[in-house]
């Protein structure tokens, strides 16, 4: 019996609706092709929206010494080396004019009192640094870009999620889809697809992100045979919320140590002191992350399993000004009021350094007509990403891959799609329809869990091997899962969807942190506690068959005269 579904054309195709993907749809757009979005979740509903301390950009309105050059060594130099120089290079020179470009496309920034857009103190920036809306600034970013893409003729499908990536030869040509809230299937015939899916950080248990984070583009890329690299880099934020059980893992931003919060033990000690003297709370995340982690084991952390964050001192004005989301979030959520008591905080799971492998200057991916932006892609933030760089990363290659996109759309041609090739993955999707299939939700709650346990802040050989089996273990139970009921609005058949994709991401996590026997930024061995220069390398991720293989590849050689500007490496 044939499958029915909906075809559809368009010159780029992007998958993903957060800062990345709106800011590539407005550059796409403006370069004279056709443009459609599609996002599983809502126009204006994305993880952008949970990033909240600022953009990093050197724009010198505090600090005049504040330059890209500075900008550019901060970010290899917190990458550990293993950052793509021209990635860096780019972010650091172009963001100043991405916040500029925002600011007249209406973002409402803080400002100072002469009037410029304000900047604050973020760990790790040599300079204060981040523009930013209160604590609000990836709800501003996302609200200004949508208000510019509603006022182009730029396609939006929301609620769609896309299955699988299609292909003729060697040359991804569209995709196919289920509209979630209607069980329709969607195929797409597109000349460039766009992958601008965000993380994965909800293979773990604990975490700041949102639902949307589960690998979709990860796997949707993989399986194309598109590469991914430094997958094994997962930032730990070190400030989560730890109560109630409810919100543990949530966000506690940055900017507020960046505006003066002190983090204490359950011995009222300013234990920063002890292991970043200098550079203290604004050490970078990798730093404080592991600080709280120390002081939690050693049994000096708070009745609910954190560490104390303080910002009273600064007084209720200053923090209900700067600080209006967390004041909230902790006074709705907690019970506690920041402008007189400490907050409980802990590291969660926050960020993926690693992703697919793109090319700096058009983010094209190994595989042809396929292009990937924002926490999705590789390269940029090496083995520790600077707090701030991750919203400028998206505006910044947001924008180089709608243009990169849209210059090979003029010379491509749209393909055909294969009508067995559709309809066997609508088949595929039906299959999990099934009255005795396995819960979805256990096998991700394992999964989960078992990178919480096995894969976090610090890492063993015993514990990565653990994990390993377990996720191979869960991969052969992942294709006998399956829900009740239809296609429209079913929650279930989605996380039977998102599985193999959680799972192709847990697995390279896990990879690549037993292939790296050393420790370098975000990825902290307790057995191979050293950094070790042999391994200044980038572990590429690679299907074969059915299998994922890894290879170690050079960090590119960088120019001379940026050589210059970036502090050596020490051992």
């Not at 979630?180 to 248990?205: Q, W």
């Not at 979709?216 to 919320?241: R, S």
């Not at 210059?407 to 090739?421: F, G, I, N, V």
Request: charged share 25%; with cysteine; glycine share 10%.
């Amino acid at each position: 019996m044939a499958e029915k579904y909906i075809d559809y054309e368009t010159d780029i195709l992007i998958i993903g609706a957060g800062g990345a993907g709106l800011r590539a749809a407005i550059a796409g757009f403006d370069s004279g092709v056709r443009v459609t979005v599609v996002t599983k979740s809502l126009l204006g509903k994305a993880h952008t929206v949970m990033a909240e301390g600022g953009i990093a950009a050197s724009l010198g309105n505090l600090d005049s010494k504040d330059n890209w050059e500075v900008h550019f060594n901060d970010t290899v130099v917190e990458g550990v080396y293993i950052s793509n120089w021209r990635m860096a290079e780019l972010l650091a020179r172009e963001a100043p004019d991405r916040v500029y470009e925002l600011e007249q496309y209406g973002a409402l920034f803080d400002r100072t009192p002469e009037g410029k857009i304000s900047q604050r103190a973020f760990g790790a920036h040599t300079y204060r640094r981040l523009c930013h809306v209160g604590d609000r600034t990836g709800l501003e970013l996302i609200k200004t870009l949508e208000d510019q893409v509603l006022h182009r003729d730029i396609k939006f499908f929301d609620e769609l999620y896309i299955t699988k990536l299609l292909k003729k030869g060697d040359r991804v040509i569209g995709a196919v889809g289920i509209k979630l809230n209607s069980g329709e299937f969607y195929a797409f015939r597109a000349k460039a697809v766009i992958i601008a899916t965000g993380g994965c950080g909800k293979i773990y248990k604990v975490t700041s992100n949102s639902w949307e984070s589960t690998g979709d583009g990860l796997g949707l890329a993989f399986n194309a045979g598109a590469e991914l690299m430094d997958m094994e880099m997962i930032q730990f934020h070190p400030t989560g919320m730890v109560y109630p059980p409810g919100v543990r893992g949530l966000l506690v931003t940055e900017g507020v140590r960046g505006d003066g919060g002190i983090l204490l033990n359950s011995e009222g000690e300013r234990f920063m002191l002890r292991y970043s003297p200098k550079k203290k709370e604004l050490d970078a995340r990798d730093i404080v992350a592991r600080a709280n982690y120390a002081e939690i084991m050693a049994g000096r952390g708070t009745p609910h399993g954190g560490v104390y964050l303080d910002i009273s001192h600064k007084g209720a004005d200053y923090i209900k000004t700067k600080l209006p989301s967390m004041y909230a979030q902790f006074k709705d959520f907690a019970g506690v009021d920041i402008t007189k008591e400490k907050m409980e905080v802990a590291p969660t799971v926050h960020y993926q350094m690693g992703g697919i492998k793109v090319d700096p200057d058009t983010t094209k991916t190994n595989v042809e007509g396929l292009f990937a932006a924002g926490e999705v892609a590789s390269g940029l933030h090496g083995a520790n990403r600077l707090g701030g760089n991750s919203l400028a990363d998206i505006l910044v290659f947001g924008r180089r891959s709608g243009l990169g996109a849209a210059e090979y759309t003029k010379k491509a041609t749209l393909e055909d799609l294969s009508k067995s090739d559709i309809e066997a993955e609508i088949a595929r999707v039906k299959s999990y329809l099934r009255d005795d299939g396995r819960n979805p939700y256990e096998v991700i709650d394992e999964l989960s869990t078992n990178m919480s346990d096995n894969v976090g802040i610090i890492r063993t050989e015993t514990n990565l091997q653990k994990a390993l089996i377990k996720i191979l273990e869960l991969k052969g139970a992942a294709p006998r899962v399956g829900v009740r009921g239809g296609l429209k609005y079913n929650k279930g058949l989605l996380a039977c969807l998102e599985i193999p994709n959680m799972l192709i991401a847990a697995e390279a996590v896990v990879r690549g942190a037993m292939t790296r026997k050393e420790s370098r930024g975000a990825h902290a061995r307790s057995d191979y506690p050293k950094k070790d220069p042999s391994f200044k390398k980038n572990i590429i991720y690679k299907k074969s068959g059915d299998e994922m293989k890894l290879e170690l590849r050079p960090v590119p050689e960088m120019p001379e005269n940026l050589k210059k500007l970036v502090d050596p490496e020490e051992y």
